[in-house]
């Protein structure tokens, strides 16, 4: 699988966008851009993920690169609730797609 | 409320000792897998199981193992535990193992002390 890079933190303002910068540039065409979270010490939490095209759905927002070498999370209104390391992961849908999880990305979300 | 059940949320166990972590899917899911977090190692794919047989393994200790009963619950044992096993584990599960979501469990923390 191809190797993410992601800013180990973040900040954003509450009620504001949260952009969170992904960079796969080895990925292969055959491979998918996944985003998920963990809040807490708790479990990983699924957000959302893409192939080509940009993605929406009730959590938040996946673009794409046309290149495909980077993906942009999008929160489109961030809640304190929102406040967790957010990882993009990058695999095949080939069995046994185990899921390579690097730092990820603290998000703080302030009042 | 992904639908994976883990138990129990906590163990406390001496070095030496052997447990047993359990995990049930989603309703539906016949593929299992289990991870592990540590502070110094992140999140590590440890072992996966599809409809009870082994698919794909990861970075599991011979000291480690499991397995995926008929039911689709999976357990993963680990014996002649040390200090350094001391993490969180978490299951996941999702349709057929092959590229779908994985949807996670809460998790069992282990203290070895």
């Known amino acids: 699988d191809a190797k993410t890079t992601q800013p180990p933190s973040m900040d954003c303002a509450e009620g504001r966008a949260a952009n969170l910068p992904c960079n796969h540039s080895t990925i292969s065409g055959n491979e998918y851009v996944y985003w998920y979270r963990q809040i807490h010490s708790q479990g990983p939490q699924y957000i959302i993920h893409?192939?080509?095209n940009n993605e929406t759905n009730e959590m938040a927002s996946l673009i794409i690169t046309e290149d495909r070498k980077s993906s942009t999370l999008i929160l489109p209104h961030a809640t304190l609730r929102d406040t967790a390391v957010y990882y993009c992961i990058v695999t095949n849908n080939n069995a046994g797609n185990m899921l390579t999880f690097g730092g990820g990305t603290r998000l703080m979300v302030k009042p | 409320d992904s639908g994976v059940t883990q138990t129990p949320k906590h163990l406390i166990t001496a070095t030496g000792q052997r447990v047993t972590l359990r995990c049930s899917p989603r309703?539906?899911?016949?593929?299992v897998y289990w991870y592990q977090q540590s502070l110094d190692q992140g999140l590590q794919f440890l072992i996966q199981y599809y409809n009870g047989e082994e698919r794909a393994k990861g970075n599991i200790l011979e000291r480690f193992s499991a397995q995926q009963f008929p039911d689709l619950h999976s357990e993963l044992n680990l014996s002649s535990l040390e200090l350094g096993d001391s993490a969180l584990y978490f299951c996941a599960s999702s349709p057929w193992g092959a590229g779908e979501t994985q949807y996670f469990g809460p998790g069992t923390r282990l203290l070895v002390l």
């Open positions: 893409g192939l080509k």
């Open positions: 309703s539906g899911d016949l593929s």
